[in-house]
């Protein structure tokens, strides 16, 4: 068999929040595959270990996503290096934990432009690359909170059902130009999502004490104990990239698989037993307008 003949052509990967997390364990393993990276981090002098043992295919450059021109810059220096990129990983973004009424304006606006539009003005960036290119992959990482709602999330539940309901969308949009889009949805897993990452009420309310201040504890108690391990995440993200029919949505744990399952079964639950009502909102098929 000749093995040139089946080999795989390298991939130019652009991937946002490479200094830790899921974000680092897949810049490592796409450069381990072979592919060629632009890893990108708000302190990119973080990624300087990894870029020493890959000098000729890896390059890191600043990117906070909150930033339009950092976000223009990276993808301008993706292109200048590498000539094309084919797969967008959307993975920067920090975790919160408060109620909806612990949060402020200043908080909201803030979380949103990391945790979505960050995201958003990424794709938009990179969008017209792929279209021209004819092919490309949009990976969002969502999560398992992108399908269900957790007590003491409200934010990063709004976000993240955002990204997905967009990434639905997007992908119908761009599918007659060879673009595929695909959401992750981790559980958890062993990333400093619970340690580092992980941000709370400025002004919490004692009432909600028992659950924001309880979701944040457990949280605490978890960091380090998650199920999930990244190295595994990342090469499940490969796969699904490498796929000639990638999923929409990539669930990721056994954890996730359960919750979800859940959540579909009590939305199942709710639509069938509120049926009649819901098709009684319909006008009649056939009007007698004369009596």
């Not at 003949?5 to 929040?17: E, F, H, M, Q, S």
């Not at 976000?159 to 949805?185: C, D, N, W």
């Not at 919750?259 to 319909?282: F, M, R, Y």
Request: charged fraction near 20%; aromatic fraction near 8%.
């Amino acid at each position: 068999m000749n093995s040139d003949k089946n080999r795989v052509a390298p991939k130019i990967w652009l991937i946002t929040g490479c200094s830790t997390g899921f974000g680092r364990a897949l810049a490592e393993a796409v450069l381990q595959k072979g592919d060629y990276l632009l890893a990108t981090a708000r302190k990119p002098e973080q990624l300087g270990a990894l870029i020493e043992l890959y000098p000729e295919t890896a390059k890191a450059v600043r990117l906070d996503v909150t930033s339009p021109q950092d976000i223009q810059a990276a993808v301008d220096s993706a292109i200048a290096t590498f000539g094309r990129i084919d797969v967008l990983v959307n993975n920067a973004g920090h975790g919160l934990i408060a109620a909806l009424e612990e949060v402020s304006d200043d908080d909201i606006h803030q979380f949103f432009e990391t945790n979505l539009f960050g995201a958003l003005r990424l794709m938009q960036t990179v969008l017209p690359v792929m279209r021209q290119q004819g092919s490309g992959h949009i990976v969002n990482m969502s999560s398992t909170a992108g399908l269900v709602g957790f007590g003491g999330s409200s934010l990063y539940c709004g976000a993240k059902f955002a990204l997905e309901g967009m990434s639905e969308a997007l992908a119908k949009e761009v599918e007659p130009f060879g673009v595929k889009v695909t959401l992750i949805e981790p559980g958890a897993f062993r990333t400093d999502f619970n340690g580092r990452s992980l941000a709370a009420a400025k002004q919490a309310i004692d009432a909600y004490a028992g659950v924001s201040g309880a979701s944040l504890q457990w949280f605490k108690e978890m960091d380090g104990q998650q199920p999930g391990d990244p190295a595994k995440a990342a090469q499940a993200i490969i796969q699904a990239v490498e796929s000639s029919h990638p999923p929409m949505r990539l669930a990721l744990g056994t954890d996730a698989m359960s919750l979800i399952q859940e959540k579909l079964e009590w939305v199942k639950t709710d639509l069938d037993a509120w049926q009649q009502v819901t098709v009684s909102t319909d006008y009649p098929k056939h009007v007698n307008y004369a009596k």
